[in-house]
Each structure stands twice: as C-alpha cells, then as structure tokens.
C-alpha cells in the first residue's frame, strides 16, 4: 500500500475510469482492510465487479440525506446536491431500494475528524 504524504484525514483514494465495469474493477483492487488505515473496516466486501454487471433489484442504498444534504451547511453546494439527487434517482430507476437513514453522531464524528489534522 503506498501512503500520502498528507494527513489520512485529508487523503482519499477512489477510482476515476470511463465504465462503470472499470471503476468496479479498480474498486476491487483497492478495497479491503488496512491495518495501518486507522478508519479501516475488517468486514468482508462483495465483489463490485459483479454488481456492476446486473441490474440493481433489491440492492439497498443508504443515504444519510440529513446531513450530506443539508443546504444550511456552508461546505454543502446545491448544485452537488442537485446531481446527487438525480443519480439518486437514476438508482431507484435501475431498481435500487434508496433508504434515507439517520446517522446522530456523523457530525460528531466529523468534527473529531477534522480535530486530527491540526
């Protein structure tokens, strides 16, 4: 695993690719545990490439909309949010079951987040 020179609170990797079979690929590849990832989960991962090649029936979606999409947030732009939305709904088209959760602590935990790289 190569790391950043940067804080791991500032440091974010996720795959950038032209199809969707790509990006499910190189998902693969660069998701798991990281015993040196202090926010690295141990759980086991299903194989993205295989999701990305079927229809999205009964895969559920989480979506914390109570906070990332929250407009009084100065550091949240309308404009994200709006895209956000419309794949969202591109989501629920393909069959996807979007479930807006309600996650107290996520801006607790951010702001603990944030305390680290200073």
């Not at 996720?14 to 969707?20: A, F, H, S």
């Not at 040196?36 to 989960?41: H, R, V, Y």
């Not at 591109?90 to 602590?105: F, M, R, S």
């Amino acid at each position: 695993m190569v790391y950043s020179l940067l804080s791991w609170t500032l440091d974010h990797v996720g795959p950038m690719t032209y199809r969707v079979e790509d990006a499910a690929i190189m998902l693969d590849a660069i998701s798991g545990y990281d015993k040196n990832a202090p926010t690295s989960s141990n759980q086991s991962l299903k194989k993205f490439e295989i999701l990305s090649k079927r229809r999205l029936d009964g895969i559920k979606i989480a979506v914390a909309k109570h906070y990332f999409f929250d407009k009084t947030r100065p550091e949240v732009d309308p404009k994200v949010i709006k895209i956000a939305e419309e794949a969202l709904e591109k989501l629920d088209q393909l069959g996807a079951i979007i479930e807006e959760i309600n996650i107290p602590a996520l801006g607790k935990r951010r702001c603990s987040c944030i305390g680290n790289t200073t």
